[in-house]
């Protein structure tokens, strides 16, 4: 493994940590192993279907369908959070009484007519 000096301002990132990184178990490298070759298996068996020259049907990627329907069906994943609530008020509630107010004001400092 390199040698990983910190920086001053930044913690050791948990992957580099030496305690964590090499006192894994056995049942627990044999576990991470084990993912790491089914990975493997399932990319290079996708790139073969990828590449094959004499393919005439699509190819579909799980992934890419969970994530097109996640993108067009929005309001069914939705949870509210402060974050949304937050970003909800400042953009949709905000505006509307910024808006009444510049109109209402415009309308009480109105000038009298000159020319009448």
Same mark, same amino acid.
């Given at each position: ?24 178990s056995l049942n627990q490298r044999r576990a991470e ?36 329907? @996640?993108?067009? &069906?929005?309001? &069914?994943?939705? #949870? @509210? ?19 009444y107010y510049v109109l209402k004001t415009d309308r009480?400092?109105? #000038? ?5």
């Amino acid at each position: 493994m390199a040698d990983y000096r910190e920086a001053p301002l930044a913690t050791r990132p948990k992957t580099l940590d030496p305690a964590e990184y090499f006192n894994l178990s056995l049942n627990q490298r044999r576990a991470e192993e084990e993912r790491a070759g089914l990975r493997a298996q399932l990319k290079r068996q996708y790139q073969m279907q990828l590449n094959n020259p004499h393919r005439k049907e699509l190819i579909e990627d799980p992934a890419l369908t969970r994530w097109v329907y @996640a993108r067009t &069906n929005p309001y &069914n994943h939705f #949870r @509210a959070t402060k974050k949304t609530s937050l970003l909800g008020g400042l953009f949709g509630v905000v505006p509307l009484f910024v808006l009444y107010y510049v109109l209402k004001t415009d309308r009480e400092e109105k #000038r009298p007519c000159i020319y009448s």
